[in-house]
């Protein structure tokens, strides 16, 4: 199993993203997605996540400027964010609870950086 990122760069303070994360690999079913975000030195700390079922949760820094969403056939999740803040920049990390054959694990992708700066 594998996770890709996409979508992080550079914006200006106030400015939008969207992140992308494709799965792939031997997935039998995706129970909940989720971003992470780690700024370096410190913990890596949960931004949002989603569940099959639509059910969403936010970090409180994230509410209402950022939406998590997911196209479960194409095992992908994605993440809006707007009204971007310098303290938003970090490596942003996709996230998978899933089930591959009969196993069933968490899997994280490499990352993505977003840079929120003018």
């Known amino acids: 199993v594998q996770l890709v990122e996409s979508g992080g760069g550079l914006v200006q303070p106030g400015g939008s993203l969207r992140l992308s994360c494709v799965a792939s690999?031997?997935?039998?079913?995706?129970?909940?997605m989720a971003w992470y975000r780690q700024v370096s030195g410190k913990q890596r700390e949960l931004v949002a996540s989603?569940?099959?079922?639509?059910?969403?949760v936010y970090a409180d820094s994230a509410r209402g400027r950022f939406s998590i969403s997911r196209d479960i056939d194409r095992k992908m999740v994605f993440l809006q964010m707007s009204s971007l803040e310098p303290e938003d920049a970090a490596v942003y990390y996709c996230?998978?609870?899933?089930?591959?054959?009969?196993?069933?694990?968490?899997?994280w992708g490499q990352g993505t950086q977003v840079t929120v700066s003018s």
């Open positions: 996230n998978m609870d899933l089930w591959s054959g009969p196993d069933r694990s968490t899997y």
């Open positions: 690999g031997n997935i039998n079913s995706i129970n909940t």
């Open positions: 989603i569940t099959r079922y639509g059910s969403a």
